[in-house]
């Protein structure tokens, strides 16, 4: 290694750890949310299972590089982490939901990430293994940053930014940059690559979260609005239109949103 870049390989690798590990912790208050309401229906736990591959190969990765401690380092503590959030979803989740998740676990976590193993480790020329993990560990990579694209879907089609806390678009963003030169600076595009998009997308977040940010509150008074309006209708019309009243109730009762609980 290149001693006299040391230094800012420690910097950003040591940065990148601090916000990786408080990116982690993003997801507890739905967790919290799932034990107080004793299931986990609503929500979801691919996200969880992807995560955990990802910290998997990492590990793998850096096992294998032997100078990537840091990179070690946070992905040991994301894995812990990880299995916290899968195992704790099982427990609470449907029994449709609790089959599916185990299936996904086992599926990605047990015999893909034994498959990865099992073909890379035992190949002779280890520059050649090293590379072919890299890529392997990018494109896991690249599936854990274009995942929140579904997050940016639904606040585009909600007009909503409740799906998206700005906070976390923030930090992840961040800890693309931290990682990004990371890589940059260790002379490993495996591991600087992923976080160009990473970046990317982050910034797309927060543009997106700028554009919708007053959106709900400029038409949360709409709705108010055409009540009054159609309960002063109503109350105009009340001798003559009972059953139409009836009928226009039940529309507002039939129109609410059902999915309002699916934040992950």
């Not at 910097?11 to 107080?36: D, E, H, K, M, R």
């Not at 609503?42 to 294998?64: E, K, R, T």
């Not at 599916?100 to 990430?113: A, E, H, Q, S």
């Amino acid at each position: 290694m290149d001693f006299h870049r040391l230094p800012l390989v420690f910097i950003f690798g040591f940065l990148g750890n601090v916000i990786s590990f408080l990116v982690s912790l993003a997801p507890l208050p739905t967790f919290y949310q799932i034990y107080n309401k004793k299931t986990s229906e609503g929500f979801q736990s691919i996200p969880y299972v992807i995560s955990l591959s990802s910290a998997m190969l990492w590990i793998y990765y850096a096992f294998l590089k032997r100078d990537a401690m840091l990179l070690f380092t946070i992905n040991t503590i994301c894995s812990f982490i990880q299995i916290f959030y899968i195992f704790t979803y099982i427990y609470y989740a449907p029994k449709k939901e609790k089959v599916l998740t185990v299936k996904l676990f086992l599926v990605f976590n047990v015999f893909g990430f034994g498959a990865v193993v099992l073909s890379t480790f035992f190949l002779r020329n280890p520059f050649f293994r090293l590379r072919v993990l890299g890529y392997i560990c990018m494109a896991f990579a690249l599936s854990v940053f274009v995942a929140p694209l579904g997050i940016v879907r639904k606040v585009i089609k909600t007009k909503s930014v409740e799906y998206m806390p700005f906070t976390l678009s923030v930090f992840l963003t961040l800890g693309a940059v931290m990682w990004f030169f990371y890589g940059v600076t260790l002379k490993d595009m495996n591991i600087a690559v992923p976080n160009v998009l990473g970046f990317i997308f982050g910034i797309l977040q927060m543009i997106i979260y700028a554009i919708y940010k007053n959106h709900a509150k400029e038409t949360g008074e709409v709705p108010k609005l055409q009540q009054l309006s159609e309960h002063n209708i109503d109350d105009h019309d009340d001798d003559n239109n009972n059953n139409g009243v009836v009928e226009a109730q039940n529309i507002k009762g039939n129109t609410m949103d059902p999915d309002a609980s699916n934040k992950v």
